[in-house]
């Protein structure tokens, strides 16, 4: 048995005696990293077994006894674990839903801390690097992270969970390429009709053209001191707060903006159509008025626009109006409700321009492929670190983003001065 399978087994069966013996009852998430290390140290055993069961047949043809006995009694274990792992996840399931289990979702900070690889890094003295993959951006939630070792400073205060992010509009997908080859829709006439019989058919019309589109690498880092590695929750925040949130605002920056050229992504306002008002209504216009206009102009195109992008000081002066009575039309002061408009989600980000705002079908007019998750990677080797008892933490992702149908998303400018 390897010292790593050994290792999570003694933590299991050593949980186990803590709860045999009255200790405190674990919470379903706990329970479930029980089973889980029990179910990774079986199935290591079974595949050390396999590999003397190979050679074994090998070298006298058969397998003994003791080693199928053995087998036998690892694969009902691991059934057995299979079960209680189902059962775990209901219970958590089970538990979001009544309200009993409040523990929060862990945060990507925690992700990190809590992995395996963290803590293999962390015993081994921090030598080399320690790689981590955590989840997407979008499914940022800062939350308290269990601790490793004693906290010797206090830990930042996390926030309220992150906004949403244009990802979240966006069909997700992934790909194993470093490079995507996809068909984009140029025009549509759609000449449909009554026909009689045996009567010719009219042909509708659909252009496309070929587009050629590469992953590109967002990424940055930051210095930290290797003292922050005595205090988990700190380490948790600071990953969450500085390097997590830092990827996520250039990653919106890039999905609507981006040039397409060099290491740039081709950004949705880049190819977008520009607003040009379908209708004429009364003056004044309004900035809620060019939405709904720019939400019909993006329709007419035979696609539905699916959610609306705005800097968050135009979404802060739309929230604001007020009737004569001064009442808010939009919302409430109280009102926890995400932001919606005319029935669409609305996302703000600092990375949309102040006074601009774009619309469209960003769940089938658009795809975000990602080929390497959000992930975090610490290391102690990287120029003077050694001396200077320092460690270097990155944060990088590569995905490419493929647009679809670019003439349906409408992109423009307010143009109004009142709100």
Not at 236 to 253: M, P
Request: aromatic share 6%.
């Amino acid at each position: 048995m390897n010292t790593d399978s050994a290792g999570a087994m003694r933590a299991a069966r050593g949980l186990l005696r803590v709860k045999e013996a009255g200790g405190a009852q674990p919470t379903p998430h706990e329970e479930l990293q029980q089973v889980l290390a029990e179910y990774k140290s079986t199935t290591a055993e079974i595949k050390r077994f396999a590999v003397d069961a190979q050679n074994q047949i090998r070298e006298t043809g058969e397998l003994s006894r003791g080693t199928k006995d053995a087998v036998d009694k690892l694969l009902i274990k691991q059934t057995e674990l299979q079960a209680r792992l189902s059962e775990v996840e209901q219970k958590i399931v089970k538990g979001i839903h009544d309200g009993a289990d409040n523990a929060p979702p862990p945060s990507v900070g925690q992700q990190v801390t809590d992995s395996e690889d963290f803590r293999l890094w962390t015993r081994g003295g921090m030598a080399g690097k320690a790689r981590v993959a955590v989840k997407a951006i979008t499914s940022i939630t800062p939350g308290a992270g269990g601790v490793l070792v004693a906290p010797a400073r206090l830990p930042l205060v996390s926030p309220p969970p992150y906004p949403a992010r244009v990802r979240s509009l966006i069909a997700p997908g992934r790909t194993s390429s470093n490079a995507i080859i996809y068909p984009r829709e140029l025009s549509r006439t759609n000449n449909a009709a009554s026909v009689p019989e045996a009567g010719q058919k009219p042909e509708s019309t659909v252009t496309f053209e070929e587009v050629t589109a590469g992953v590109k690498t967002l990424a940055h880092w930051i210095p930290a001191s290797k003292q922050i590695m005595d205090d988990v929750p700190y380490l948790q925040s600071y990953i969450n707060e500085v390097l997590l949130s830092g990827l996520a605002e250039v990653e919106d920056r890039q999905l609507l903006t981006g040039s397409g050229t060099g290491n740039d992504l081709e950004g949705l306002m880049t190819v977008a159509a520009d607003y040009t008002a379908p209708i004429t209504i009364p003056a004044p216009v309004t900035k809620v008025d060019m939405l709904r206009l720019a939400l019909l102009q993006s329709q007419l195109t035979n696609h539905v626009p699916t959610g609306i992008v705005l800097n968050p000081a135009d979404w802060a002066s739309i929230e604001l109006q007020k009737d004569s009575q001064g009442r808010y039309l939009f919302t409430t002061a109280a009102s926890e409700m995400g932001a919606t408009l005319w029935g669409k989600p609305v996302v703000e980000s600092v990375a949309m321009p102040i006074d601009n705002f774009l619309v469209g079908p960003f769940r089938t007019g658009a795809q975000i492929l990602d080929r390497e998750d959000a992930n975090v990677l610490l290391s102690s080797e990287d120029r003077d670190n050694f001396i200077k008892n320092m460690i270097t933490i990155r944060a990088e992702e590569r995905l490419v983003l493929a647009i679809y149908v670019p003439l349906a998303f409408v992109t423009g400018v307010f143009t109004v001065v009142i709100p």
